[in-house]
């Protein structure tokens, strides 16, 4: 049986979602089972996300724009199931200017039902780091192409390796704009990315969700590799922020 969670999160401007998978692949069916994708209340992809407990959704705070999410399924608007969202937790430090601590967690009103299609994603230790030119995964619904055009109902992915923060932040690229919560990943040549529309979906390397899709300049460029922001970073936060929901359930 394939799953799908319904989310209605608050209502901002559309416009503002970004990223979205240039370059890659349609994967095999329900091989990435942990992505979920925002959407609007018509049902149009928005934002990407993780499920990283039953009742946890992790993405990125500019993603709070969508009214809808949908998980297990390789096809945006395959339905089986609706699950509400019970509160939005954003980062408190998010700057919605330098995309600092792009990162929010949503928790869920009823618990995800686990199955050959829907798993959790798994999270990397607090500071835990990935080498440059590791080879990861991100993947996303959306456009295949820098220019747009008909946006695809199939998930796909793509591969790309670590930058350093060095080669990242130096003048020809982001010039300084990258903090030390973010990481980027990205060929030398261009021609892969993430792109408008896959914002909040899961940057995975050895098996862990280490980056989530923030922000960039164009798609596939070859001087601006993708920036994530850096989970690692967070993952204090992460597990502080569910304790504390569960301890509120425990004294009620």
Request: charged content about 15%.
């Amino acid at each position: 049986m394939n799953l799908t969670l319904i989310l209605c999160l608050y209502r901002k401007s559309c416009e503002e979602a970004q990223g979205r998978i240039v370059g890659g692949y349609a994967p095999v069916p329900h091989s990435i089972k942990y992505t979920v994708s925002i959407q609007t209340t018509r049902r149009q992809h928005i934002c990407g996300g993780s499920l990283i407990n039953k009742y946890w959704v992790l993405t990125a705070a500019h993603c709070n724009i969508g009214c809808q999410i949908q998980a297990g399924v390789p096809t945006v608007n395959e339905q089986t199931q609706e699950i509400l969202p019970k509160v939005l937790v954003p980062h408190p430090d998010y700057n919605n200017t330098t995309n600092n601590s792009d990162i929010m967690l949503i928790k869920l009103k009823a618990p995800v039902y686990l199955n050959s299609y829907v798993s959790i994603a798994l999270l990397p230790r607090h500071g835990a780091s990935i080498s440059v030119g590791r080879i990861c995964r991100v993947s996303g619904w959306g456009y295949t192409s820098p220019s747009g055009g008909q946006i695809p109902s199939t998930i796909h992915t793509v591969r790309l390796p670590i930058v350093s923060t060095q080669q990242c932040n130096s003048s020809e690229s982001f010039d300084g704009h990258i903090t030390e919560n973010m990481l980027c990943a990205g060929y030398s040549i261009g021609g892969k990315d993430a792109c408008q529309g896959d914002s909040g979906g899961p940057l995975v390397c050895e098996g862990r969700v280490y980056g989530i899709v923030s922000w960039g300049i164009g798609c596939g460029d070859a001087q601006f590799p993708g920036v994530y922001t850096a989970v690692s970073k967070f993952r204090r936060w992460i597990d502080n922020t569910i304790f504390s929901y569960y301890s509120k359930c425990n004294k009620n």
